[in-house]
């Protein structure tokens, strides 16, 4: 059998491609360390929007009126004691014990307009919101529903009870009207389930026997978001303001809703339907009291969104990193077999660095100009860089403009595809097609194995 030695330029074609291979891993990791300055920058200004919700107030969130009733009840105690033999007996005995009942509204209507600003932390810069809120409805509690045998409700006693995620945010002590009376709502101490309450003494004898109507007033200081609970059988929400950019979201969206350039207004109308808690509960022992979060948990809401997230579009496209990498090392790499070119990886390890930083440059940039005008200059920036030292790599002018075209027209496309959202993939998917059959096309004459 006769012995035959490897074509001397297969091998060394293949050891360029295992070297560029091993390039772009290196990269890679300079990639990742890029996208982990941007979580830490992302965390400093989470951190910005926690001091300023500390001290203008966070995202809000409204729960409530709701209606407590102190009772009293029979509580069947059973306990085993040892007779005069040693021998375990079982008693039971009645003991009047206190509890708390709690109604929801039967009709609940909620409006309130957000006046929007702009506060600022160092670079950072967070939307809150000042909000007159108000409120009005009925209560009608069905005292029956609850099945409490012997239970005596103090009416008179009972307090009208209002969760929010943020006191601190209140401009004033909200004021309600319960009854053609107004009462003032204080700090509470908290209940089980509810770590901070504003509360208020009324007098719910009236709205036992017939219902009777409330309304109140709150002005609110927030930021980002505001929700609202539905906790009435019937519930009607309706906010607005002058942002221009909401998002709508929690546990429905809005019935009716207009966004334009002079703001936004949303309704919601729902039920207690497929809310998760019931109407009315109470304390006593062996039944399972309604939590504050359970209430939170079933409000609709508006966030007021920035134009643009650009610690979001920087994730985005950094996603994209090894393709521009193995496209334009793949293009150096052509001429380098096409033209007879001898290019170091060293010189590859240059221009990748340059892709790279492109990266850092946006995500540095886009901090202090609008999103689009950093991009702009972080990839014009790395084009710059790339075409003027290509010149001196691949020799020719006209090479040169090839790989500067390419990658400019490469990142206008990046650009497009990281505005689309929905359609992304998509875009991305038809443009590494038709980017592999250029590939394709450019390479079909080419004799990988150096025969000729």
């Known amino acids: 059998m006769p012995y035959t030695t490897a074509n001397p330029k297969a091998v ?95 009709e609940l209507d909620v409006s309130g307009r957000l006046d929007p600003s702009l506060r600022h932390r160092g670079i950072f ?58 009462v003032t709502l204080e700090p509470g101490t908290g209940r089980e389930g509810w770590s901070e309450t504003l509360e208020a003494p009324v007098d719910a004898t009236v709205a036992a026997a017939d219902g009777v109507a409330f309304s109140l007033e709150m002005t609110v200081q927030g930021s980002r978001r505001l929700a609202v609970a539905p906790v009435g059988a019937q519930n009607r929400v309706t906010l607005k303001s002058s942002w221009v950019d909401p998002s709508f979201g929690g546990a429905a969206l809005p019935a009716r809703r207009t966004v334009g350039p002079s703001g936004f207004e949303a309704t919601w109308e729902q039920s207690y339907f497929g809310r998760g808690y ?105 084009t710059l860089l790339v075409t003027s030292y290509s010149a001196s790599v691949l020799k020719t002018g006209q090479r040169c403009l090839i790989v500067g075209g390419g990658l400019a027209g490469t990142y206008g496309y990046l650009y497009f595809i990281l505005q689309l959202e929905d359609y992304a993939l998509l875009a991305g998917t038809a443009a590494l097609f038709a980017l592999l059959g250029v590939g394709m096309w450019a390479t079909r004459k080419i004799d990988w194995y150096g025969g000729k």
């Not at 009608?140 to 006693?157: D, F, N, S, T």
């Not at 009972?158 to 006191?167: D, Y």
């Not at 997230?309 to 380098?336: P, S, T």
């Open 12 to 106: 060394a074609t293949g050891l360029k491609l295992f070297a560029i291979g091993v390039l772009i891993g290196l990269l890679w990791i300079a990639l990742l360390l890029i996208d982990g300055v941007r979580r830490e920058r992302l965390g400093y200004r989470e951190q910005a929007e926690s001091e300023i919700a500390q001290t203008w107030g966070g995202e809000q969130v409204l729960a409530g009126p709701v209606l407590a009733v102190p009772f009293t009840y029979a509580a069947k105690i059973v306990r085993e004691v040892a007779d005069s033999r040693g021998v375990p007996v079982r008693t039971e005995e009645l003991r009047t014990t206190r509890a708390w009942a709690y109604f929801l509204p039967s």
């Open 125 to 182: 810069i967070v939307p809150v919101y000042e909000t007159q809120l108000a409120v009005q409805g009925r209560f009608r509690p069905a005292a029956a529903a609850l099945a409490v045998e012997g239970a005596i409700y103090e009416w008179a006693k009972a307090r009208i009870i209002v969760g929010l995620q943020f006191p601190r945010g209140l401009r004033a002590a909200p004021v309600v009207q319960w009854g053609g009376r107004e």
């Open 278 to 382: 019931p109407q009315q509960w109470t304390d006593a022992a062996g039944q399972t009291a309604v939590a504050y979060h359970q209430i939170a948990g079933s409000a609709v809401d508006v966030t007021l969104l920035q134009p643009v997230d650009a610690y979001r579009l920087v994730e985005r496209a950094i996603k994209y990193g090894v393709l521009f990498l193995v496209l334009v090392f793949a293009n150096f790499f052509l001429f380098e077999v096409t033209a007879k070119l001898r290019i170091h990886p060293l010189q590859y390890l240059m221009v990748g660095g340059a892709l790279v930083l492109f990266f850092l440059g946006y995500l540095a940039l886009s901090e202090f100009i609008a999103a689009g005008l950093a991009y702009g200059a972080a990839a014009a920036a790395s």
